[in-house]
Every structure is written in C-alpha cells, then in structure tokens.
Nanobody, 126 residues
C-alpha cells in the first residue's frame, strides 16, 4: 500500500503561483504513473495533470494547459504540480494519485488510479 502526502496548498490571490508536492512512502513510486486531480465544493473530482512513470509523457486538462506543469523526481519519491497564473476557478482540494499499473505512460481517467493522498486546499481570491 502506497501512502501519498500532499503539501503546498494555501490562500493566494489571482495571478499568483503555488507549487504542490506529493511524497510517496514506497520506492515502487518510481514505477507508477502519477496524477493530480481536484475537487471543488459541490462538484465531481476532475483531472488536472498526469505524468508517466519516467516522466517522458505528460497530460493536462484544457483548463490548466499552459499554466500548470507536472514533474517528478523519482530519486525523492516526489511529484510536483507548479501552478502559475492562478484563477479563482482553480479553487479546490487538490489530490495526488498513483496508478499501480507498472510502467504506465499515464492517463487522465480517475478510475485508473489506485492510491490517493488526503488532499491539500488551494484557494484563489479574486
């Protein structure tokens, strides 16, 4: 069982930046594709970004493309989400997730992810 712990959320103003981090408890992290999802109050959890197990493939939701960047450091069991030009509509709880399919190139499909963190709140004021 992989445990994921997110950090880096907070309250910022529109146009600001934040960098979220997610640390995994197991070395098998380096074999898993990782994703970031978010959930706003009253809404379903939605895909934000994903990255393949070695980092060669990345995927983004249209709403964040060009503003957010996902990256990973397998030596540190960590995946990051750099969020620039934040907007009020980016306000949500952000979750990182791991797809335990070995050596996956990644996917935006929420049902493919097996392990989830507890989430970190991001609030963007206008």
């Amino acid at each position: 069982q992989v445990q994921l712990v997110e950090s880096g959320g907070g309250l910022v103003q529109a146009g600001d930046s934040l960098r979220l981090s997610c640390v995994a408890s197991e070395r098998t992290f380096s074999s898993y594709a990782m994703g970031w999802f978010r959930q706003a109050p009253g809404k379903e959890r939605e895909f934000v970004a994903a990255i393949s197990w070695r980092g060669g493939f990345t995927y983004y939701a249209d709403s964040v493309k060009g503003r957010f960047t996902i990256s990973r450091d397998n030596a540190k069991n960590t995946v990051h989400l750099q969020m620039n030009s934040l907007k009020p509509e980016d306000t949500a709880v952000y979750y990182c997730a791991a797809d335990k399919t070995l050596y996956s190139i990644g996917t935006p499909r929420v049902e493919r992810y097996d392990y989830w963190g507890q989430g970190t709140q991001v609030t963007v004021s206008s």
